[in-house]
């Protein structure tokens, strides 16, 4: 058990601060939950609440601080420990992150996520034994709950992956992204359709005619936008760049789009939408820059540099209106082997990519990106975007590092070249990948036979439709 209370136990403030955080409005909720504290300071479910809101603002330090006393006041509240364990990976604290992870499972040796997050930390072989036990209970009968299979589905494909198991492993993630598709919500035809909304919004004409003019003026952040597919090496670009002493590193934040939502319908996170320039074209496209910057500013508190990037990987929808309404802006384009993203996709459980759980609709969404990002080449100004292939920076590191700088009008710095020593927060799955260095891989990542790849394969050369 958690040892948490009974909610009625727990003070107005945090029954307030638990409608605001079901709104998204985590200053506000985390101010409430804070008043309750200060009422109730040995309720460590307020605690508990008090770091789940500090990490969706970022504040990962804090929210450790605050896991951490709420295990203090209840040592079995192995969500605590859970959360705790993750927020000490995005901090790079590998080791402790990894012994909060398995005092959760000791306590609750049925959650499947928690042996997932323990798998993210690097620190479970296929001679541990948990692995046998996570082995046992993808098998037990009755089942477990399907989200704890397939959390157990991605941890064991990953330490077989590593073990050198790639045809069990593939059986693995089979297994799994299968079972989690049936349990989400993915409609293939208004992505295909919001696609081809982009190309026909945003012509050629449309965006000269939108595009504000000038360049940012003295002092003014410039954003550093890193777009791509996911596991396409976005990541790795980010910590290289956020290396340099000029530039900070604000990882994922939906900062465009949620801008966007005072124009119109805001999209939401791993779909993103579309939208059109601003009634008043010039003016309502300065005061959109204006608002971007602000959020953008605002996710970078007091470490705000004069370079910020932005990597939520979705902006590429929008390329258009970030474009005409941010010229000074830098836009990066990561790019990777089609195939090997896709698989790299297909063996991660995100919380926002719905298409990547089907090998026939990831190889589509895959195309139908790769077609719009063609059509930016051809309508953006020359040079806007800087295309960056993974396998060419592995291939040519510093030639590519010497690329990226002189792109953003960033000088050399020798630091972008140890990038694996930078200290900061990293979010996404690569958050193990880049605090390490880099290294030239011997040979292709293995595939499964072209038989089991049929369903990318097909979808990435358009030889299968899309669903009606």
Known sequence: MNN???????????????RLAARGDYDAALACFEAARRLCPSLAGIHHDI??????????????AAFAEAIALAPSSHASLNSLGNVLRNLGEFAKAAAACRRAIALSPENGSYYLNLVKCGDLTIDDPLFARMARLTERSPPLADEDRVALHFALADVMRKAGQQEAAFAQLLSGNALHRTRITYDEPAMMALFARARATFTRAAIDAARVPGKAADGATTPIFIIGMPRSGTTLVEQILSSHPL?????????FPAATAAFSAAPKPGTGDVSPPPA?????????????????????????????????LFNFLNLGLIHAALPHARIIHCRRDPIDTCLSCFARLFNDVP??????ELGRYYRAYQAL??????????????????????????????????????????ACLAFHQTARIVRTESSTEVRKPLYRAPARPWRPDDASLRPLLDGLAGGSAVPG
Do not use: N
């Open 51 to 64: 770091g789940v809101t500090l990490t969706r603002l970022g504040r990962e330090s804090e929210a450790a």
């Open 373 to 414: 990002m063609a059509h930016w080449a051809a309508v953006l100004a020359p040079q806007a975007v800087l295309d960056v292939t993974y396998e060419d920076l592995v291939g040519d590191f510093p030639g590519q590092v010497r690329r990226m700088l002189a792109h953003c009008g960033l000088a050399w710095d020798d």
């Open 247 to 255: 530039v900070f590193g604000a990882g994922e934040v939906a900062a």
């Open 4 to 18: 948490f209370p009974d909610p009625s136990a727990y003070p107005e403030p945090f029954h307030e601060g638990t």
């Open 355 to 360: 298409f990547a759980y089907d090998l026939g």
């Open 280 to 312: 008043g074209a010039g003016a309502g496209l300065e005061r959109l820059g204006t608002l971007y910057l602000a959020r953008l500013e605002a996710a970078a508190g007091a470490a705000r540099r004069p370079y910020i990037t932005d990597k939520y």
